[in-house]
């Protein structure tokens, strides 16, 4: 042996060389093995042997056949790449098998088909997919079509995974290009909803860039759309370019810049999904005139928004706020079947996401929508939505800006509405603008007859909660708004009338715990309203209403107060000053303030027991049927409306106003009135204070109506108490009376006639029984410093008038003057239809006949005897009488006193009386202190014989007349110094009386005589002699003021 061949490390080497051959040669054997098995497996696997296993292996894990023809591969020629070439795969769901035939007689005939290709060609990475991976440099696809189906929201034909398949593990997928050779169809087609859609991607091409699993997409495609049997979208092209970033192990889906053409919108996207969760998310939308590019959607939009044309530049900015699992769609889907989970449940499964959008000078015409519609310019949005569903408070959509313009109009919104998703948003608003209300009336209400010229200005601050959308009910409601407007012209040209405002303004303040649309609970309203000057016009008869300084605060609150609804509500108005004016009449008023205020009461107010209706005797009710007659009793006939609100309703009104003017045509004088204060209830009317003027008659009032709700709403009669004081300074009946002529004669054009008319035949209107209504109980205090009539004076003057129960009583009329006083007290009483009747007493004290002489000097002069006369004469007068209900007199029932006084008497002597009397001496001649006494009784009307004595002579005198005018009266000289005594008896009747000469003494039996053939009536209707007395005692006046006043007022403007 060498030293070569025995050292060691060469006996190593060899041994290695050794082990290396059979290795290798262990390994090509494992190789040609393999090879041969490969060999073996492509001679044995065909395209027929292939193309059968894959369709059955693949109809195997689907609810669908699956069908390849002509399936083959090459892997030598191509290796490492495996080839794989159909010539076409047809796909057909199952899902629809569960469908009866009548379901499925609706569907197409093709709806089972749910893929079908022509020619297919993808080549695989043989090496990387023993690795696990799926490489596939080229796909290409012929022909592809894609026809989904579905007969409800539930059943489809694209249903085809079967629940039980489950990839444990998503190799990693790698695709160089996917190109499709001719254009792809997908069609969707839903039975249930009516819907078809259809979209033809004409090119397609998926290619890698350089960058790992980064492919950039180009698609350019036509999609068709209807509903029913309208069409959404027509022959629309959408384009699509854009990055994609797709990795599959772990799963990832990026999208980069990906845009989306589709005739004037333009959409960016740019998305992240790491498996089944979407990392990040952004989508901007962005058209230049999105008006153009709705054109294509022109058979879904209503007709009148499909004419709208301009520019409407819209970019719309959308961003994941958090990843987003795409479990939470098979959620919401399983939700949407069986319906078990609550609503916050669905909106839970929701992503976040904000959403920004932007309209930028947008201009709108929309002149062809409708004739007179204005343009809108200058239209510009920024709104902002932050949408988190996982905190259901913390949800809001904010509108940064909103305004835009229409003509001399503008508008411009702000606000927020916040915890938008908790199902109870709440609501934050700002409302600006400028209205041309003229503009809007002729838009809205072409056809009314109102129109309008002014700008309204306002700014309104609106916050609320929405506690439920579907009712409109809504929660702490709070408005503040300010409305302006410097001038507003307002005309109504079917009432022809027109309104002018200057300086209005418009406050509302309101706050509403809870408000719905049938009712309004709690709150507080308050409104305020201004107008520097207001003016109202009647153009058919120039009536007018000026204000000045005019305002107008109201406030409105509601609670509910120990489980009870209350409201309440109080008005104020004031004015400056207030002017209106007719044809005839004309009243202004200064310094006006009137508030009032209501509430609504609790339960319905209750009258009362009230009067007795009850006729007053057995024959009232008979008479009351067969006489014409005024009512018995005031009732109040109002509707049953009206009634309900006053029993609900508590309202008090309290008026002031300083003074102001009262112009009438048909009492052609300035009336004054001032310091008007007057408060009042539902129940009483009190007008407190008021001071009025008519030329130089004046006088303070005070009033009080009470019972007023009792009286308006009682079913039966109610009473009414009516109380009055009037203090007048002066009364001057013939200006009152001279103007009234005044009147008449201006409105009727015809020269005044002071004359009464002659009472002509009796009329319905003479026998018209004149009932006091027996309801209405009042008092009235009057009283005057000072009354003229004609050249007469009296004062003081004073009486107390009431009425009750039927009865009307003038009690305590006390007239005064410089030679006289009276007292009168008269009643009428109708109590009782069977026995109306009048009753009087005057008493007449202290009638100074000197004074008299003096005050009325005319009397003297045209009789200058009387001159000579003087002393005291006191008159008593007491009487009554019964009335038929026609107003006739029941002249049987007249009776009466009378009792005259003379106290003082004198006559001043002269020269003829010296000798009548053969008197001696001078000096005036004095009668002694006499009382004469008459009566009316049985139709006579009795002198009680009574005597007169003066010096040494006596006379006694008497009588009687009937009312036939027959008369006996006597005068008897009892005592003469120079003579016997004799009498004078006057006799016959009134029209033609005859003295006789006889005895001193009174014949017995003379008034028997003339009164035992006298009728037992007279025909005196009473009614008719009153007024005529009164006709004839305003006649008098009214001349006396037409001789010497003339200062009346006609122009009433």
Not at 554 to 570: E, F
Request: charged residues 20%; contains cysteine; proline residues 5%.
């Amino acid at each position: 042996m060498t030293e070569h061949s025995t050292h060691p490390d060469t006996i190593k080497s060899h041994h290695v060389r050794k082990t290396l051959r059979i290795v290798g040669i262990s390994f090509a054997a494992l190789i040609s093995v393999i090879l041969i098995a490969i060999g073996g497996l492509i001679l044995y696997f065909t395209s027929p042997r292939i193309t059968s296993l894959v369709n059955r292996e693949a109809s195997k894990y689907l609810n669908a056949k699956v069908e390849f023809e002509n399936m083959d591969y090459t892997l030598f020629s191509t290796f490492p790449m495996l080839k794989v070439t159909a010539d076409s795969l047809t796909v057909v769901s199952k899902s629809l098998d569960t469908l009866s035939p009548e379901q499925r007689h609706s569907l197409p005939k093709d709806a089972d088909r749910l893929l079908s290709t022509g020619n297919m060609l993808v080549e695989l990475n043989i090496m990387k997919a023993l690795k696990g991976d799926v490489a596939i440099r080229v796909a290409e696809v012929g022909n592809p079509s894609l026809n989904m189906v579905a007969y409800d929201n539930v059943v489809n034909n694209y249903n085809i995974l079967p629940h039980s398949l489950k990839i444990k593990e998503i190799p990693n997928l790698e695709i160089d290009s996917i190109r499709i050779t001719e254009p792809l169809y997908i069609s969707y087609t839903n039975i249930a909803e009516k819907t078809n859609a259809r979209v033809a991607i004409n090119g397609m091409q998926i290619s890698r860039k350089l960058n790992p699993g980064f492919y950039e997409v180009m698609l350019n495609s036509v999609a068709d759309a209807s509903v029913g049997d309208k069409n959404i979208i027509s022959s629309l092209p959408i384009n699509i370019n854009g990055g994609v970033v797709m990795k599959s192990n772990p799963a990832r889906l990026q999208l980069s810049n990906m845009n989306i053409y589709s005739d004037g919108i333009r959409t960016v996207t740019n998305m992240e999904m790491k498996e089944s969760e979407i990392s990040s998310f952004t989508m901007n939308i962005i058209s230049s005139n999105m008006i153009e590019a709705a054109k294509n959607f022109a058979t879904m939009l209503p007709l009148q928004l499909s004419k709208i044309s301009g520019k409407l530049p819209v970019n719309l900015e959308i961003n994941l706020t958090e990843p987003y699992s795409l479990a939470n769609l098979d959620k919401m889907q399983n939700l949407d079947r069986s319906g078990t989970l609550g609503e916050w449940t669905m909106v839970n499964l929701m992503p976040a996401f904000t959403i920004l959008a932007e309209v930028k000078d947008a201009d709108l015409s929309l002149s062809a929508i409708e004739k007179g519609v204005p343009d809108l310019s200058d239209f510009n949005l920024n709104a902002f939505a932050d949408i988190d569903p996982h905190n259901r408070y913390a949800n809001s959509l904010e509108i940064r800006e909103c305004s835009l313009k229409a003509g001399k109009s503008d508008l411009a919104i702000s606000g927020e509405a916040s915890e938008i998703l908790s199902g109870s948003p709440l609501i934050n608003a700002n409302i600006k603008g400028d209205a041309d209300l003229g503009h809007i009336i002729r838009r809205f209400i072409p056809s009314s007859p109102l129109t309008i010229a002014g700008v309204l200005s306002g700014n309104t601050d609106v916050s609320c909660r929405v506690t439920d959308i579907a009712t409109g009910k809504v929660e702490n409601l709070d408005v503040n708004a300010r409305l302006t407007s410097p001038a507003l012209n307002i005309a109504d040209n079917a009432g022809k009338i027109a309104g002018n405002l200057s300086g209005t303004s418009l406050q509302i303040d309101a706050h509403l715990p809870s408000l719905s649309k049938d009712s309004l609970s709690n709150g507080r309203i308050n409104l305020y309203a201004k107008s520097r000057n207001t003016a109202i016009k009647d153009l058919n008869d120039s009536s007018s209403l000026l204000l000045s300084a005019a305002s107008i605060k109201a406030s409105y609150s509601a609670r509910i107060l120990n489980g009870t609804p209350s409201s309440a509500t109080k008005v104020a108005i004031k004015a400056g000053s207030v002017k209106s004016s007719t044809p005839t009449v004309s009243i202004s008023a200064d310094d006006i303030t009137m508030n009032i205020s209501g509430i609504l009461r609790h339960s319905p107010w209750s009258p009362a027991s009230y009067l007795n209706t009850a006729p007053s005797s057995a024959n009232d009710s008979l008479i009351a049927e067969k006489v014409h007659h005024t009512p018995l009793y005031l009732v109040a006939s109002l509707p049953s409306t009206v009634q309900s609100l006053l029993t609900m309703l508590d309202m008090t009104t309290d008026v002031k106003i300083s003074s102001g003017t009262l112009l009438s045509k048909g009492y052609p004088a300035e009336n004054r009135f001032s310091g008007l204060s007057l408060c009042s209830n539902l129940d009483t009317l009190d007008i407190r204070s008021l001071h009025v003027e008519s030329r130089s008659t004046s006088a303070d009032l005070a009033a009080r109506i009470s019972n007023l709700r009792g009286f308006l709403t009682s079913s039966i009669p109610a009473p009414l108490y009516v109380d009055l004081d009037a203090d007048f300074s002066n009364i001057d009946i013939n200006q009152l009376s001279g103007t009234y002529y005044a009147g008449v004669s201006a409105m009727t054009g015809r020269q005044a006639d002071y004359s009464v008319p002659a009472p002509g035949p009796y009329t319905a209107t003479d026998s018209l029984c004149v009932v006091i209504p027996r309801n209405i109980i009042a008092k009235a205090n009057l009283k005057s410093d000072k009354a003229e009539y004609k050249e007469w004076t009296f004062s003081p003057l004073s009486t107390e008038i009431t009425t009750h129960n039927g009865i009307a009583r003038i009690g305590k009329l006390r007239i005064g003057s410089d030679f006289c006083n009276a007292d009168i007290d008269w009643t009428y009483s109708t109590e009782d239809l069977g026995n109306i009747f009048m009753h009087l007493m005057a008493d007449v004290d202290n009638f100074d006949l000197d004074r008299f002489f003096t005050t009325f000097p005319t009397l003297p002069e045209s009789s200058p005897a009387l001159a000579n006369l003087s002393g005291i004469i006191s008159v008593n007068v007491e009487g009554d009488f019964k009335m038929f209900p026609s107003m006739f007199l029941n002249t049987p029932s007249l009776s009466g006193d009378a009792s005259l006084t003379c106290d003082s008497l004198e006559y001043t002597t002269d020269n003829k009386i010296i000798r009548l009397f053969m008197r001696n001496g001078k000096g005036p001649v004095k009668v002694d202190d006499f009382t004469a006494h008459a009566s009316f009784h049985d139709n006579l009307l009795q002198v009680d014989p009574f005597s007169i004595h003066c010096g040494p002579y006596e006379v006694m005198a008497g009588g009687v007349n009937n009312l036939q005018g027959e008369i006996y009266y006597h005068v008897g000289m009892m005592h003469l110094p120079f003579m016997f005594p004799f009498g004078v008896n006057l006799v016959g009747n009134f029209h033609h009386p005859e003295i006789r000469f006889g005895g001193k003494g009174i014949k017995d039996g003379r008034e028997r005589e003339i009164a035992s053939h006298i009728e037992d009536s007279a025909d005196v209707n009473i009614m008719r002699q009153l007024r005529q007395g009164w006709l004839l005692f305003i006649e008098n006046a009214a001349k006396y003021d037409a001789k010497n006043n003339h200062d009346y007022v006609f122009n009433v403007k």
